[in-house]
Every structure is written in C-alpha cells, then in structure tokens.
C-alpha cells in the first residue's frame, strides 16, 4: 500500500483505526428503516463502500447565525446506520470526532468490525459533521499539511503568512467566529430532535470529549450515558498541557525500552541518543537527505527543532506509532531522518483536519485563557519546550475570535452515567486531565490504563464500550481485561507500508 494511495486513516488525536474513504450510493428504499415517528427529517437510504453497509445519508440546514437566525445557512451533513436489529433501543449513539476539525462521518464505517460495531447491534449509530468540518461548510486550507513540500511541513509551525492567506480565503465562504464548540453542541441538538430521538448515548474521543462534556451542560435532559475516550476538559487550553504530557509519555517510553529485551538489546543508549540529537538543534535546523514522497526523488530539507518535537510528540499520542519512536531516534542520531520522514508522513492528522474550524475553536475556547504563568510552570523542562505554545498564540494573533465567556472552562458538573478512559502513555490526554474531569461527575467513572494511549482500540476496549452502553451505567461495568494490555514490540525496522524508499 502506497501512503499517497492509503486507505486506512489513523484518526486524528484519538488513534483508531479504520477504513476512511467511502462512498455513499442510494439504495431502495424497501431495504430502509423506519425512522423515528418523531422524526422531522427525511434521509435517503444510502450505502457506505468499502463494505457496502447500509446507511441513510441527508442534509440538516442551521443558520450559521443561530442567534440572529438570519443570513448564510450552513447544510449539516448526516449519516446514520440503523441498528441492526429490527427493534432496536430508543437511543442512538451519536459519535463526536476528535481534532478539533476532523469529519465525524469519515468514522461511520467503523460499525463494521470498528470499535462502534457492538453498539451497532441494537443501537442506530448518528455521523454528523460538525460545523466547518467535513461536507458542513468545511474549512479547509493548507498550514504546511502537505508532505510533497518537504520544507515547508518540515518547517516552522503556524507560519504568519499561511495563517493570513487561510483566513482570507475562508472569509469569503464563513463567518469564522461562529464555528464555536458552544454553537456546535446547539447544532447537533437541533439535529437530534429533527431525527425523533429524545435521549441519545454520545461515544467520543479526544476533542470530542471536550464537545461532548459542553452538550452535557447545555442539553443535559437529551443525554443517557456519554464514554468518553482520550479525555480533555473545557479547561485544557490547548496546547498548554502538550508538553508535560508529551515528556511524561517518552519518560515512560524509555523505561518501558529498558525493560524490554529486544528493545533494550537494539537502543541500548535510547535517553543519551534522544539528547545528543537534540543539541545538535541548538546550532539551528538540521539538514537531511529525505525522499519526496510524492516524486520519490531525494531532497535536501531543513528540519527546524520546533518541528522535529513536534513530530515526536504526535508520535507519542498512541502507543500504535510510539512503538516506531526508539528506532526514529537511534537513526537520527546516526544521521538518517529517512524513518523520521517516513512515520511523519505516514501519521499525518492535519491533512485531515478543518483547519478553519481548528483554529477558531483553539484561538476562541483555549489561547485567550493561557497566562505567561501557564506557559513557564508547565513547559518548563520538557523536550518540546515553550515553542508549540507561543507560535500557536502567534498565529492565533491572525485569527478573528469568538466571544467565549469565561465561565466556558469551569468544570462541567453533571449526575449523567459518563466513563472516562485515559491512557498512562497518552502524549496527548493524559490521565491528570481526565482526573479534573470525573472531579465534578457525580455518576462518573475513570478508568487508567498503564500502556494505552490515545486510542481506542481492541477487543477489550470494544467489550467495555458495549457493556457500558447497554446497562447506561458506569459502576458495574467490567473492565478488568485492561490489566492485560501491553504495549506493542517495537520496531527495529520501518514497515515497507510506510518507506518511502
């Protein structure tokens, strides 16, 4: 499998796994569902490929404006897959995507053999796109996404001038300040009722837990039971937290390479190679031979320090790609960036996110809450330093912002059945935020897992998502099957799917 030909999407920031493209093509309507009797809005059967899974697809229009209800509407964009069972539940499950800016309904065909499978059986599963996302007005545009320019993706982050030309081009089409979490939540509510659904069970991840935790506090009486996996809080002033939770998630890494046989045989001198290649940083970019991954030609490309951690650091959001990072780091520090490249390109979640809508969510509801404070106390010795910080409150400087009240990061309080699930080893989310959260959860259960990370995947994680949804509590539910989860081996070579040779 070609990466410029991939079809397999590793999720942005919630690192599942599944079939992304798909095609939606009608089908008659005999073979169709009923809907809700409630239901106000008519979808038409339609099939998800590859796989072929029934579905019903459609547009839901909402004022961009919602408070004004004048103006540009925007045109939602719905797939649901109904339960496959002829009577199922009352309440669906509506997935919230993660980002933020990723689509939800590129996750839909996760109900077959996905981690939404289970719930499938007796449950309709709901894709909406959230506003600025997806096929709901998405706002798109290249921030240095591309990996056929090489020195520019390998460049500095949040350049000025690509923010600006962003901004321009998104104008024309948006106003940027209303594609606000808050205003989304009101979205996917007024889908909901437009559906016949009352009380909906939400699985999400990652930003979506953020997403998720607002629906909770503005539309609480809709709400059964929420599973939130790679927990964030309303309070995480993205991307404050990113790097204490990056060093803590590699401090790990090297003593789970120290403990390990073959990983230990191979990078002996894993911590004292990681340092030496940083400081060769200190001198300015570093130059290295790389291979076009779209012309297969060599190139010689500046990799500049802020971009090299930041890298690393996505790297280290799930223990799928962490398991490559002893190998990246031994061949930097032999002067080979080829394996660098090549799970740089390979794991590429800007390429599919909105960046529009990424940056009004993060310029609005996370930069205007940082401090000077913030940023010293909690970038202070680690890896990826104070830089990730500073240039994203930089380009934030280029971006209209919404008006979000300040009470919007105070802890969501609520009695809802919610179960949390952060990983030891998540370089994203990790646990101590998921901890602020299930603080004000009455009903709430957080569940740790020492070698998982931002992800949701596996058998056993699947039972436990089943298992919660079906009984609509958090107390009860198994999950002893955590204990057994181990890292994967790590790699002492590059899969041919991801060289670029």
């Avoid at 390990?260 to 300015?284: I, M, Q, S, W, Y």
Wanted: net charge neutral; glycine share 8%; charged share 25%.
């Amino acid at each position: 499998m070609r990466l410029s030909h991939r079809v397999v999407l590793i999720s942005l920031l919630a690192g599942i796994v599944f079939v992304s493209g798909f095609v939606l093509k009608k089908r008659s309507q005999s073979q169709a569902q009923t809907p809700p009797s409630k239901a106000r809005l008519t979808l038409q059967p339609c099939h998800l490929a590859p796989g072929d899974l029934d579905a019903k697809c459609g547009t839901y229009e909402v004022f961009e404006d919602r408070a004004a209800k004048t103006g540009r509407k925007i045109s939602l964009n719905i797939v649901v897959v109904p339960a496959l069972n002829p009577n199922p539940a009352p309440d669906p499950v509506f997935w919230l995507h993660g980002g933020p800016g990723a689509a939800a309904t590129a996750t839909a065909p996760a109900v077959r053999g996905g981690f939404l499978a289970g719930v499938h059986q007796d449950h309709d599963v709901v894709f909406v796109d959230q506003r600025g996302t997806g096929k709901s007005n998405g706002l798109m545009c290249d921030m240095g996404d591309d990996p056929s320019n090489l020195q520019k993706y390998f460049s500095d982050l949040f350049l000025l001038d690509d923010v600006r030309q962003c901004r321009e081009k998104l104008e024309k089409i948006a106003n940027l300040k209303l594609y606000t979490t808050p205003i989304a939540m009101d979205d996917l509510d007024e889908v909901r009722d437009a559906l016949g659904y009352d009380k909906i069970d939400i699985v999400a991840a990652s930003y979506g837990t953020i997403a998720a935790q607002v629906y909770m506090r503005q539309h609480p009486d809709h709400v059964r039971a929420v599973f939130l996996g790679g927990v964030a809080n309303t309070a995480i002033k993205q991307p404050l937290p990113f790097a204490q939770a990056a060093q803590h998630a590699l401090d790990l890494l090297f003593v789970d390479c120290a403990a390990d046989e073959p990983c230990h045989n191979a990078f002996p001198d894993l911590k004292k190679e990681f340092e030496t290649v940083l400081a060769r940083f200190d001198k300015g970019p570093v130059t290295a031979e790389l291979i076009n991954p779209k012309t297969r030609e060599k190139e010689s490309v500046k990799i500049t320090r802020g971009n090299f951690v930041e890298h690393l650091r996505l790297f280290l959001y799930t223990t799928n790609f962490g398991r490559f990072l002893p190998l990246v780091i031994h061949r930097a520090y032999e002067n080979d960036y080829l394996p660098f490249e090549s799970i740089s390109v390979a794991y590429n979640p800007g390429g599919i996110v909105s960046r529009g809508m990424y940056m009004t969510v993060t310029c609005s509801e996370s930069i205007p809450f940082i401090t000077e404070k913030d940023i010293v106390s909690q970038t202070k010795g680690t890896f990826l330093g104070d830089y990730r910080v500073r240039t994203h409150i930089e380009g934030c400087k280029e971006w209209p912002k919404a008006d979000i009240p300040k009470s919007y990061i105070q802890p969501v309080k609520s009695d809802l059945p919610v179960l949390l699930i952060s990983g030891e080893v998540d370089g994203s989310t990790p646990p101590w935020l998921g901890e602020e959260v299930v603080e004000s959860l009455k009903n709430g259960r957080q569940v740790k897992i020492r070698y998982y990370g931002h992800q949701l995947d596996g058998p056993c994680l699947f039972g436990i998502l089943n298992e919660f949804i079906e009984k609509g509590s958090a107390k009860s539910v198994d999950t002893s099957c955590t204990d057994k989860i181990k890292r994967p081996p790590f790699a002492t070579e590059i899969p041919k799917q991801f060289s670029l040779q």
